[in-house]
């Protein structure tokens, strides 16, 4: 089973690029969710969906746009980097019901 | 609003004694409650889950979480350490009456175990 798979693992970009942080599961899971790591803040919800369709804001949505057209699929979207997104982006999955999140391996974003 | 305290940056214990990781919560309703662990360079792991019933709950690994309501707190417990518990751990609450599908994160207490 592949899980939760996201890519790339890691990407520099440059302050004012663009850029797509792909997630994709295999799990049949309704909900996915993203999340940026950083040191002392712990995990921070950026935007979530329960379902294809469906998306909401979380905690730090600001500078990021996602969309849900397929159950598989969760792309989180930067559209103009700034160096305050630099972190390591975490997806995360799970089944309505079960409560139990499963994580991607995650992606490190640099912002120069 | 949810939210979730991990009072402890860094909790060092020696292989073999019993260890503690705490959490506390605020949620307006009655909580759903979680520790997930996460090792070097590694996503996130499920260690175990509070949603209703007993307030003693086990997970993988060994590990066990006691809910206290009136204490408002989930704290992650083990009876001895070993070495290769040494990880960073996450306290996550979720709050099912509030009309939102939100996991809320502490910020991590890394345990350190002593050989």
């Known amino acids: 089973n592949a899980g939760v798979t996201q890519t790339p693992k890691f990407q520099v970009l440059k302050t004012g690029q663009s850029m797509t942080l792909q997630c994709a599961q295999d799990?049949?899971?309704?909900?996915m969710s993203w999340y940026r790591q950083d040191p002392g803040m712990g995990l921070r919800l950026i935007h979530y969906?329960?379902?294809?369709?469906?998306?909401d804001q979380g905690e730090v949505p600001n500078g990021y746009n996602v969309s849900r057209s397929t159950t598989e699929d969760f792309p989180l979207r930067l559209l103009s980097a700034a160096p305050s997104q630099t972190s390591v982006y975490f997806c995360?999955?799970?089944?309505?019901?079960?409560?139990?999140?499963?994580f991607g391996s995650g992606t490190q974003l640099s912002v120069l | 609003a949810q939210s979730v305290a991990q009072p402890e940056d860094q909790v060092n214990v020696a292989e073999g004694n019993p260890l503690t990781v705490k959490c506390t919560y605020s949620v307006s309703g009655n909580p759903y409650l979680f520790w997930y662990v996460q090792y070097p360079n590694r996503g996130l792991q499920f260690l175990l889950k509070?949603?209703?019933?007993?307030?003693l709950v086990k997970g993988s690994y060994g590990f066990e979480a006691e809910f206290n309501k009136s204490q408002t707190s989930f704290h992650l417990k083990k009876p001895s350490a070993l070495v290769s518990d040494s990880a960073l751990y996450f306290c996550a609450v979720r709050d099912p009456t509030s009309g939102t599908y939100k996991y809320i994160f502490g910020t991590g207490t890394r345990l350190k175990v002593l050989a």
């Open positions: 995360a999955s799970s089944s309505r019901g079960d409560e139990k999140l499963f």
């Open positions: 509070y949603i209703t019933g007993d307030n």
């Open positions: 799990m049949n899971h309704e909900y």
């Open positions: 969906s329960v379902g294809a369709g469906i998306t």
